[in-house]
């Protein structure tokens, strides 16, 4: 089953994991990316033009009800969760979970709710415990996990919450983790 959506989990070192990774994907890659990168709630756009510069997908900070749509990459905005709903996604301003708002989980667990077996989860670098639970409920769904390879990851902690809770399908580093999305776009 091709993948419908992609989401993408990271903390810290994550921003040049992700660059890395978006850098490697070819430039005919269609399919969305949804990214949870932690970082402090009054960060500026930044991060969007540190990501763009990667990769000749369209980047964007999503605002809410924005249309999910094929080879785009999104980053949930500071200080809001990113939830994903049938086509579109919306943000919240509801706690913090794991101490993260954006939360990796937050995302994971609703685009499996929403495209289940079509969903490709991505855990790279982080230092805390954010992801391990979408992990696991996106697995539950059918959807697919990819761990970066901790001893590749700048912080190991969050990699090696999702491998401890038996939720990974691949451990790659992220070189790998491009190479293996790569074969999606064809």
């Not at 794991?98 to 990796?104: D, E, K, N, Y």
């Not at 992990?135 to 902690?157: F, M, N, Y």
């Not at 969050?158 to 451990?171: F, S």
């Amino acid at each position: 089953m091709k993948p419908q959506l992609i989401v993408m989990g990271a903390s810290l070192g994550g921003l040049i994991a992700l660059s890395q990774l978006l850098q490697r994907l070819g430039p005919a890659f269609n399919i969305p990316i949804a990214i949870v990168q932690h970082r402090h709630r009054d960060s500026k756009d930044s991060v969007i033009d540190f990501l763009q510069r990667s990769t000749s997908l369209k980047v964007k900070e999503v605002e809410d009800q924005d249309k999910i749509t094929n080879g785009w990459v999104y980053l949930a905005p500071a200080n809001y969760h990113l939830l994903v709903e049938p086509g579109y996604f919306a943000l919240s301003v509801d706690e913090p979970v794991s101490f993260a708002r954006p939360s990796i989980d937050v995302l994971f667990e609703s685009a499996a709710e929403v495209y289940g077996p079509a969903t490709i989860g991505i855990i790279l670098t982080g230092a805390n415990h954010d992801g391990a639970t979408g992990a696991v409920a996106l697995k539950a769904r059918g959807g697919t996990v990819i761990v970066q390879d901790p001893a590749t990851a700048e912080s190991a902690v969050m990699p090696e919450a999702v491998l401890t809770r038996n939720a990974a399908d691949w451990i790659m580093p992220v070189p790998q983790i491009a190479e293996w999305l790569n074969r999606f776009s064809v």
